[in-house]
């Protein structure tokens, strides 16, 4: 792919998760500003053809001008279940909230195939799968990709710092292929023998250079969605001293406090680390407010004012 170093785009390679049973394996998973695309990797060496009755089948040349045919999965299908699978496994790490925005997440899917070696896709209708090129022009197909959902009046937008929290999330959920030996010794392959799986920050060539500002409905809503697998939710619970609410909102005077949106009533912030007893600090990060011990160099969410 004809990408420089970015964080435009976050790549995945050979990505595998798994959920209630169903596996779902992704040669390569593109996280962009505005949705996800799963290129599945097809090496063919001869044709790739889709007959009339919608059969997918590969043809292997035998030499002497014979070449031999075999059946094969539908790879479109194979990339979208992958699709369903990787859903399903975001949808149980975050809240109901963000549970019914993730349906709007755009998933795209291409298959790409090898051409260096007379690799071609026969298909009566090629347009019926425009999900199907040829591997070097896979850039320009992610392109058409980037611009078509860039352009979208309700842009689905992931901000720079939740598509990495995004990659992140996805690299702890990656489940590594256990061998017939492992499985029948009940326990993975040794640490040492699993090759570790890295996101490759990269951005497209053909990107956008000007990029649309997530300020759509559907744009914030996605930036809570991986926020939401990354924070959890506050530990701390807030009543005001004065009448009991739990309608409380941090505020800043001389130090922060907690107002009461029920009586008016100014609670102050005392709250001490479990470990070693400090008096936590209090740090503000948009609307979210953070309990941390320098000492023991924690950090949780104290409190959320959105």
């Not at 798994?18 to 996800?36: K, R, W, Y």
Request: overall charge positive; charged content about 30%; aromatic content about 6%.
């Amino acid at each position: 792919m004809a990408f420089g170093e970015s964080s435009d785009l976050l790549i995945l390679n050979d990505l595998r998760v798994e959920s209630d049973d169903i596996t779902a394996q992704m040669d390569h998973l593109v996280i962009h500003q505005h949705g996800i695309v799963i290129i599945e990797s097809k090496s063919v060496a001869g044709k790739l053809q889709v007959q009339d009755d919608g059969q997918w089948i590969r043809w292997y040349s035998q030499g002497s001008g014979k070449d031999k045919s075999i059946g094969m999965p539908n790879p479109i299908k194979q990339a979208k279940l992958q699709g369903q699978t990787l859903m399903r496994v975001l949808s149980k790490a975050i809240n109901e909230d963000a549970r019914e925005a993730l349906k709007a997440l755009p998933v795209d899917v291409l298959v790409a195939f090898s051409n260096h070696n007379g690799g071609i896709f026969i298909a009566k209708d090629k347009t019926l799968y425009p999900e199907v090129c040829p591997a070097d022009a896979i850039d320009e197909r992610l392109s058409e990709i980037l611009e078509r959902t860039s352009k979208n009046a309700l842009t689905f937008s992931l901000s720079e710092t939740n598509r990495a929290k995004l990659a992140d999330f996805l690299i702890k959920s990656h489940k590594p292929f256990r061998t017939d030996a492992a499985i029948i010794d009940k326990a993975y392959p040794k640490p040492e023998a699993i090759k570790p799986l890295k996101a490759e920050q990269k951005v497209s060539e053909y990107a956008p250079t000007v990029k649309p500002k997530p300020t759509s409905f559907l744009g914030v809503i996605a930036d809570a969605i991986t926020e939401a697998m990354t924070a959890p939710k506050s530990q701390f619970k807030h009543v005001c001293r004065k009448c009991q609410s739990d309608k409380l909102e941090v505020r800043f005077g001389k130090n922060y406090y907690l107002k009461c949106l029920s009586c008016d009533e100014n609670n102050r912030i005392d709250v001490s680390c479990p470990k070693c007893k400090s008096l936590l600090k209090i740090r503000k990060d948009k609307n979210k407010f953070f309990a941390e011990c320098k000492k023991c160099n924690t950090s949780e969410l104290f409190h959320n004012n959105g």
